[in-house]
């Protein structure tokens, strides 16, 4: 029981925030569905081409190169998040990154529903599966906890009680934990992502 409270207090550390920063995710996600149903048709079209081809081309994708684009891009975004914590700027735009990473989870799973009708369902839940749900959880993890260091970065630097050390540690180990799970994501995204969905587009293609 320790064990679990403590891993549940170093995930989620503080409710306020904690539910704070669900819920720009969520209106993020909300405000990237909507966003592509007030596009023009022009719009809607060049969007549903570019997905179009994303699955047409998924036979040639060349994972070791997936996976490298994916690491770097990955890793940039928590770098930029844990080191904005360390500015009190950094909790506005902190803020503003959870959205847009949400914004562009529903915009996407909303342009495949478009392009493709209930036949994207399979795809779009493949979508959202391990790489996408570790992401929101990387973002919304360094998101949390990016603000409560922010917050609290005066008290951190000259007090020297055991608390603020503490949130210091953390933070750290929040960053490992970050890196590491992102890997697990990366590789999900650039070989088992394109894998199943080659056999998908195979049975509907049938």
């Known amino acids: 029981m320790k064990k679990e409270k403590k891993l549940r207090d170093l995930i989620l550390p503080s409710k306020r925030i904690n539910y ?14 909507i966003f592509l149903m007030m596009l023009s048709n022009t719009d809607k079209e060049n969007v549903m081409s570019q997905i179009k081809n994303f699955f047409q081309n998924i036979a040639t994708l060349d994972s070791g190169l997936a996976l490298k684009n994916s690491l770097i891009i ?9 080191m904005l914590g360390f500015s009190l700027i950094g909790v506005v735009i902190n803020i503003f990154l959870t959205y847009i990473r949400g914004f562009l989870v529903g915009f996407t799973i909303s342009s495949i529903f478009l392009t493709y009708g209930y036949k994207g369902l399979p795809a779009s839940i493949l979508y959202c599966s391990l790489s996408q749900i570790l992401n929101i959880i990387i ?6 906890y990016s603000i409560m260091f922010s917050l609290n970065i005066i008290k951190i630097i000259t007090s020297k009680s055991h608390k603020e ?5 953390r933070y750290f ?4 934990i970050s890196i590491i799970l992102s890997f697990i994501s990366s590789l999900s995204e650039a070989y088992i992502f394109p894998n199943i969905l080659k056999m998908i587009i195979s049975i509907y293609s049938k």
């Open 20 to 33: 704070f920063i669900i819920t720009v995710m969520i209106l993020g996600i909300i405000s990237g569905s």
């Open 173 to 176: 180990i929040i960053l490992m």
């Open 139 to 144: 973002v919304m993890m360094l998101s949390i």
């Open 74 to 82: 990955n890793y940039l975004f928590i770098c930029l998040i844990w």
């Open 165 to 169: 050390k503490l949130i210091l540690k």
